[in-house]
Structure formats: C-alpha cells, structure tokens
C-alpha cells in the first residue's frame, strides 16, 4: 500500500519577490521600449506631421542688359558700383546718344535726297523712269524705317532698374561697349516670394501636395514662424544644389519643392531655413 503522503503532489507557490523578479527582467523592458516608442510617435506626430526638411529662400539676381549697342556713357552725379542700393525705375546705366544721334542725321540727309530725287523722276518722262521711281520709293523707305529704329535707341538709352534690390555685380563700366542682351551688371532683388527645398528618397514619405501647410523656420530665429504652401513639384529628381547638402563632398540627389511665402514673411533672401510639413487637416 503507498504511502498516501508520498502520493499527494501539491505544486509549491513561486514566491512574489522571485515572480517580480522574472517580471521585471524579462516582461518589464519589452513593455518600456513598445511605451516609450509609441510615446515617441505620438510627440513627433504632433510636432511635425509628416516630416522635417531643409529649405533655401529664394534669391533673385536679375541681370540688366541694353537693347541698344552702344558705348556707356557716365552718369551724371553718380557712379553704381556693388553694394549699392536701387530703387525700382531709377537710371542705372546710359548709353552716349553721340554716334546714335550722328548715324541719325546721316540717315536723315538721305531720306531728304531720296525724296528730292523722286520729285525730279516724277517731273520727267520716259520709259525708264517707272523702274526709276520704284527704285527709289524703296530706298526711301528703308532709310525712313532706319531713321524710325534710331528715334527709338535715342529714347532707350537710359536704362532703369527693373526692380529695387542691391547691386551685386557690375560687368561693365563707362566707357565699354554693351551689345543687346549682354550683362551691364545684376541686381540681389529685395524680399523673396519662395523656398526652396529638396526632398530626399528617404523623405519621399512627406508626399506635400497643394493643400500641404509647411512651417518655415529660419535658423537664426526658430520662434519666428512663416506659414508657407505648397506652390509646385518637381517633374523629376534633380542634383541638390550645394548649399543644401548635407555634405559638402557628397552630391545628393531629390525632388524639388517651391513653397510660396506671404509678402510680410520677413526672411532675407539665401537663408537657410527649417521646414515642418503638416498633413492637410481632414
């Protein structure tokens, strides 16, 4: 006959320090990641949305050029030089009227003549003098179109800023020949209108559209906050410029991102800016 004491298996309780124990090194850390992760998300969730990225302001450098080939001619009581200020429709730059005025009253001593000459074939008679007469109608008529062009230059020789800036580069001087459409000098526009940024293939999850909200930031002053949109997106991926890579000696590669900003926006054009992309509100 067994023994019924021996038979009679009851488990013996873990103790609650050994329990918390095995809690607290085996359960306990898993717990803290998983919370402090989903805390983690939930802060950056409401502090920037999306995602984060680095932005240009616009920086406008507008060259100004003559429509009139021409030696430049000094101002009078002013010399530009960099560095200085401009104001929208001030004379900048002048091109000397001599050899314009000059080429003029040439042209217009042959319109006389041509003209004289026309009333005396009229006066005459003969078979040639109708070839004569056209001949002469389209002689008249190129150098009254010249006379015409040279009227024009003689009222476009002063050329004006075409938007109020600082002077950054002067390219020529008086006394320098300035053809059409080449460089005289360039103006740093006041203000800007945008920013710029490049998003990279790992911020592709941003996806901004024309509703997306953007928070700009300059670095200089994080608690001034302009509140940016987004104006249009890049057709394809383009070369970061310089001033927005990370490194300078590796080249990156994203798409680009224009954000307009208000007028009031107070951001110095090239600064480099903080952006905080917000989803659109649903």
């Given at each position: 006959?067994?023994?019924?004491a021996?038979?009679?298996h009851?488990?013996?309780?873990?103790?609650m320090?050994?329990?918390?124990?095995?809690?607290r090194?085996q359960?306990?850390?898993?717990?803290?990641v998983?919370?402090?992760?989903a805390?983690?998300a939930w802060l950056?969730s409401?502090?920037?949305g999306?995602?984060?990225?680095v932005g240009?302001?616009?920086?406008?450098?507008i060259?100004?050029t003559?429509n009139?080939e021409?030696?430049?001619?000094?101002l009078?009581?002013?010399?530009?030089?960099?560095?200085?200020r401009?104001?929208?429709?001030?004379v900048?730059?002048t091109?000397?009227?001599?050899?314009?005025?000059?080429?003029r009253?040439?042209?217009?001593v042959?319109?006389s003549?041509l003209r004289?000459?026309i009333?005396?074939?009229?006066?005459?008679?003969?078979?040639n003098?109708a070839?004569?007469l056209?001949?002469l109608?389209a002689?008249?008529?190129a150098?009254e179109?010249?006379?015409?062009?040279l009227?024009?230059?003689?009222?476009a020789?002063?050329?004006t800023?075409?938007l109020?800036?600082?002077?950054?580069?002067?390219h020529?001087?008086?006394g320098?020949?300035?053809?059409?459409?080449?460089?005289?000098?360039?103006?740093?526009?006041d203000g800007a209108?945008?920013?710029?940024a490049?998003?990279?293939?790992?911020?592709?999850y941003?996806q901004?559209?024309?509703?997306?909200?953007?928070?700009?930031r300059?670095?200089?002053?994080?608690?001034?906050v302009?509140?940016?949109k987004?104006d249009t997106?890049g057709?394809q991926?383009?070369s970061v410029?310089?001033r927005q890579?990370?490194?300078q000696k590796?080249?990156?590669?994203?798409l680009?991102v224009?954000l307009?900003i208000?007028?009031?926006?107070?951001?110095?054009?090239?600064?480099?800016?903080?952006?905080?992309?917000h989803?659109?509100?649903?």
């Amino acid at each position: 006959m067994k023994d019924t004491a021996t038979s009679n298996h009851t488990p013996i309780p873990t103790p609650m320090r050994v329990r918390w124990m095995r809690f607290r090194h085996q359960i306990l850390p898993v717990l803290t990641v998983a919370v402090c992760g989903a805390l983690a998300a939930w802060l950056w969730s409401r502090h920037a949305g999306p995602g984060q990225a680095v932005g240009e302001v616009e920086a406008r450098r507008i060259p100004v050029t003559s429509n009139v080939e021409g030696v430049l001619a000094a101002l009078p009581g002013r010399s530009i030089s960099p560095h200085d200020r401009v104001s929208e429709g001030d004379v900048i730059a002048t091109i000397d009227p001599q050899p314009v005025r000059a080429r003029r009253d040439t042209r217009q001593v042959e319109v006389s003549r041509l003209r004289a000459e026309i009333q005396t074939a009229q006066a005459q008679q003969g078979e040639n003098q109708a070839q004569k007469l056209e001949s002469l109608r389209a002689a008249l008529k190129a150098r009254e179109d010249e006379v015409a062009q040279l009227d024009l230059a003689l009222s476009a020789l002063d050329i004006t800023a075409p938007l109020s800036g600082t002077v950054s580069k002067v390219h020529l001087r008086p006394g320098q020949l300035a053809k059409p459409g080449e460089p005289i000098m360039e103006i740093a526009a006041d203000g800007a209108n945008y920013v710029v940024a490049y998003l990279r293939e790992e911020q592709r999850y941003i996806q901004p559209d024309g509703k997306t909200v953007v928070e700009v930031r300059p670095r200089n002053n994080p608690r001034h906050v302009v509140r940016a949109k987004v104006d249009t997106i890049g057709a394809q991926v383009e070369s970061v410029p310089s001033r927005q890579l990370r490194d300078q000696k590796t080249p990156e590669w994203g798409l680009p991102v224009r954000l307009s900003i208000p007028p009031d926006a107070d951001l110095l054009p090239g600064e480099m800016v903080n952006l905080v992309f917000h989803k659109p509100a649903t």
